[in-house]
């Protein structure tokens, strides 16, 4: 079955990074499109961040230059480089992929953007 295992995230201060991983099982990993969510409290799941099989990366307005996407085939994970977090970046953050009409999530990660 697919699996997607979240890890990386943590409290930091305004200005700070993180990178989160995300390790997947169960699908060719190198053939799919793979995603960032997160989603704060009160508030919708959102867009991130996506990248392709090929490698093409599409990111969300609001952290666009403060985030980047990247995926290790070899390793069959896919990580997030947050940079100038600010207090708004507060959200649990999803892994996630598709395979057909199926969406699949990890279980999330914590990242807290406080002083």
């Known amino acids: 079955q697919v699996q997607l295992v979240e890890s990386g995230g943590a409290m930091v201060q305004p200005g700070g990074s993180l990178r989160l991983s995300c390790a997947a099982s169960g699908i060719i990993f190198s053939a799919h499109a793979m995603g960032w969510y997160r989603q704060a409290p009160g508030k919708q799941r959102e867009l991130v961040a996506t990248i392709t099989s090929g490698a093409s990366r599409n990111y969300a307005d609001s952290v666009k230059g403060r985030f980047t996407i990247s995926r290790d085939n070899a390793k069959n994970t896919v990580y997030l480089q947050m940079n100038s977090l600010k207090p708004e970046d507060t959200a649990v953050y999803y892994c996630?992929?598709?395979?057909?009409?199926?969406?699949?999530w990890g279980q999330g990660t914590q990242v807290t953007v406080s002083s």
């Open positions: 996630n992929t598709k395979r057909g009409s199926l969406n699949y």
